[in-house]
């Protein structure tokens, strides 16, 4: 596996990486294409904002670094969109604001906070009240905004919820929530866009990457083909994380092909 589809920066508030500093790692790991994908996460609850993308800078800096390699990798300029119910518009005006190759839409945000904070979850018993809240708000996100080209870590939820080690069948949502999850992924499907497997799960010590294999075979059940890998890697060493684990991990859920995109448009890789 050879093409990273999902890496932060210090363009992303939660990175401190030089760009040049992955592409390198990137090099030495023989790695054929990446994509940069820092965040954008326009009302983000925090205050200031750690993930306002300021592309122009983005572009500026990395445009150089994409020319200096080009004969060593292909380097390809992406967007992580952080999608809410209610700002499609300004997430629209973004997106066709800037030449971005691949735009991943993730969401990252349920009932104006991110589960990634131990005390949004509180009492285990309003967990399951939670997920459902946020699988919701995905459905309102991707009905309001399609301008995007996969799903980013379709269970992101997961890696956040502090009784999954309690209660591991809530590792696979699918068999929780199969009415809501459908839903995503056939409107995902209906839209012609993607999802990822993002191997960040993982390297969050989860057993699985996200999303839970049975969500990758179902989204294929259901006809869908579009799916690219990422490592969601913050640091040089977290590229191409478990990458040895996906072409066989892809084709156990049906898939022959992998993508990847540049200027929006997706290229087949075979398996």
Same mark, same amino acid.
């Given at each position: 596996?050879?093409?990273?589809?999902?890496?932060?920066?210090?363009?992303?508030?939660?990175?401190?990486?030089?760009?040049?500093?992955?592409?390198?790692?990137?090099?030495?790991?023989?790695?054929?294409?990446?994509?940069?994908?820092?965040?954008?996460?326009?009302?983000?609850?925090?205050?200031?904002?750690?993930?306002?993308?300021?592309?122009? $800078?983005?572009?500026?800096?990395?445009?150089?670094?994409?020319?200096?390699?080009?004969?060593?990798?292909?380097? $390809?300029?992406?967007?992580?969109?952080?999608?809410?119910?209610?700002?499609?518009?300004?997430?629209?005006?973004?997106?066709?604001?800037?030449?971005?190759?691949?735009?991943?839409?993730?969401?990252?945000?349920?009932?104006?906070?991110?589960?990634?904070?131990?005390?949004?979850?509180?009492?285990?018993?309003?967990?399951?009240?939670?997920?459902?809240?946020?699988?919701?708000?995905?459905?309102?996100?991707?009905?309001?905004?399609?301008?995007?080209?996969?799903?980013?870590?379709?269970?992101?939820?997961?890696?956040?919820?502090?009784?999954?080690?309690?209660?591991?069948?809530?590792?696979?949502?699918?068999?929780?929530?199969?009415?809501?999850?459908?839903?995503?992924?056939?409107?995902?499907?209906?839209?012609?866009?993607?999802?990822?497997?993002?191997?960040?799960?993982?390297?969050?010590?989860?057993?699985?990457?996200?999303?839970?294999?049975?969500?990758?075979?179902?989204? $294929?059940?259901?006809?869908?083909?579009?799916?690219?890998?990422?490592?969601?890697?913050?640091?040089?060493?977290?590229?191409?994380?478990?990458?040895?684990?996906?072409?066989?991990?892809?084709?156990?859920?049906?898939?022959?092909?992998?993508?990847?995109?540049?200027? $929006?448009?997706?290229?087949?890789?075979?398996?």
């Amino acid at each position: 596996m050879k093409h990273d589809y999902h890496i932060h920066t210090y363009f992303s508030g939660d990175s401190e990486t030089h760009p040049e500093d992955t592409i390198k790692q990137a090099i030495s790991l023989g790695l054929k294409t990446i994509c940069f994908t820092d965040h954008h996460d326009i009302d983000y609850p925090e205050e200031p904002n750690p993930f306002t993308l300021d592309a122009e $800078r983005y572009f500026k800096e990395l445009l150089p670094l994409k020319n200096k390699y080009s004969e060593q990798i292909d380097i $390809r300029i992406g967007v992580e969109l952080g999608i809410q119910p209610d700002i499609s518009h300004k997430l629209n005006e973004f997106s066709n604001a800037y030449p971005f190759d691949f735009i991943i839409g993730s969401t990252h945000v349920v009932e104006h906070t991110d589960p990634y904070y131990t005390e949004v979850w509180g009492d285990e018993v309003n967990h399951s009240r939670i997920i459902e809240a946020y699988l919701t708000e995905t459905i309102e996100s991707i009905n309001n905004f399609n301008n995007f080209d996969v799903m980013g870590h379709l269970d992101y939820i997961i890696r956040y919820c502090p009784s999954k080690d309690k209660h591991p069948e809530i590792l696979d949502l699918y068999t929780l929530y199969p009415e809501l999850l459908d839903k995503i992924l056939i409107t995902l499907i209906e839209n012609g866009k993607g999802i990822e497997l993002n191997t960040g799960g993982l390297k969050n010590n989860l057993p699985n990457p996200n999303p839970h294999p049975r969500l990758l075979s179902r989204y $294929r059940e259901l006809g869908g083909e579009i799916i690219t890998c990422g490592s969601d890697g913050h640091k040089p060493e977290h590229i191409a994380y478990s990458f040895n684990t996906v072409p066989e991990l892809l084709q156990s859920c049906g898939f022959k092909y992998m993508t990847i995109f540049k200027n $929006r448009k997706p290229e087949w890789i075979k398996l």
